[in-house]
């Protein structure tokens, strides 16, 4: 950007706080200096076009990296080796192996809220133990998981089953931003994948976060009500948008269904506030917790 332009490495010594990435260098004089390098690093690179820098396989092939059955090919960003070296060297000054432990150790990074990053509690081993304030999370989650996993199951065997009886086959996840974004993401990736394109066969999934009355007709249209289960992903369950939605729905079920009992057969939530999603209607045995 410009005002990184703007900035000297003698600056980025002499008064890191100048520079954007305050916090980082300001926090030891061999951190200043690092990023004084790495400014300087870059401003040498700026008279050289990319496609010079890869005529040499050298340094492609030095920036390819395979793990996990991932490959990440980086040599089209204008660095060198000797950027790369720089940054390694900034990251173990910043002692950044250090903070990686720390997160996956359930220590309050976030320094800002003063409490612990636990989205990697998330994808844990089950005997892993991710410990805040003495207490491991990891059984809390899976709780969560197991349950969401017996609820699947059930509703895909046809042991739960909507308010006529009849198999639920149908899907409309209602929420908004993360909420909607990330199942969708996630639908994405999996539907072609031949495993869940066969399991999937029969059935249907949309998604509903406009509150447009347009995207709910489109949400909506050729669903027949009673093999429909509608998903409301909010976790204090008072998400403007997601609760328009959810009850411009919920009425369409129960003028479908002809009472408000069905909604207990038709509508679960990911939310943590019980109090509301059971004025909603819904069974506490279909709400799915979830953390920030």
């Known amino acids: 950007s410009s005002s990184l332009e703007t900035i000297t490495p003698a600056q980025i010594i002499a008064a890191p706080p100048t520079f954007p990435f305050q916090a980082a260098a300001s926090s030891s004089t061999m951190a200043a200096a690092v990023w004084g390098k790495l400014f300087a690093n870059a401003e040498s690179l700026k008279p050289q076009h990319l496609r010079e820098l890869l005529k040499d396989d050298v340094r492609n092939d030095s920036m390819f990296v395979e793990a996990e059955g991932m490959c990440l090919d980086y040599c089209r960003e204008k660095v060198t080796p000797d950027s790369m070296k720089l940054l390694e060297e900034l990251a173990t000054t910043m002692d950044l192996e250090g903070k990686k432990k720390g997160l996956f150790s359930g220590a309050k990074i976030n320094e800002t809220e003063k409490r612990a990053v636990l989205h990697v509690a998330l994808r844990a081993a089950r005997d892993q133990v991710i410990e805040v304030d003495g207490k491991n999370v990891v059984p809390e989650v899976y709780k969560v998981l197991d349950g969401m996993k017996a609820f699947s199951d059930k509703v895909r065997s046809g042991g739960f089953t909507g308010y006529t009886g009849k198999t639920l ?52 249209s050729s669903l027949d009500a009673e093999t429909t289960l509608v998903l ?12 328009l939605n959810a009850r411009t729905v919920k009425q ?41």
């Open 169 to 220: 086959t149908n899907v409309v996840c209602i929420g908004i931003g993360g909420s909607y974004l990330g199942v969708e993401f996630v639908f994405e990736a999996l539907k072609t994948h031949p495993k869940a394109a066969e399991a999937a066969k029969g059935r249907s999934l949309r998604f509903l976060a406009n509150v447009d009355p347009i995207d709910v007709k489109r949400a909506l």
């Open 232 to 243: 409301v992903i909010s976790k204090t369950f008072t998400t403007a948008e997601t609760m």
């Open 252 to 292: 369409w079920l129960i003028k479908e269904l002809g009472s408000p009992d069905a909604i207990a057969k038709h509508v679960a939530a990911c939310s943590t506030a019980l109090d509301k999603t059971q004025a909603f209607g819904i069974d506490d045995a279909n709400v799915f917790g979830f953390w920030d």
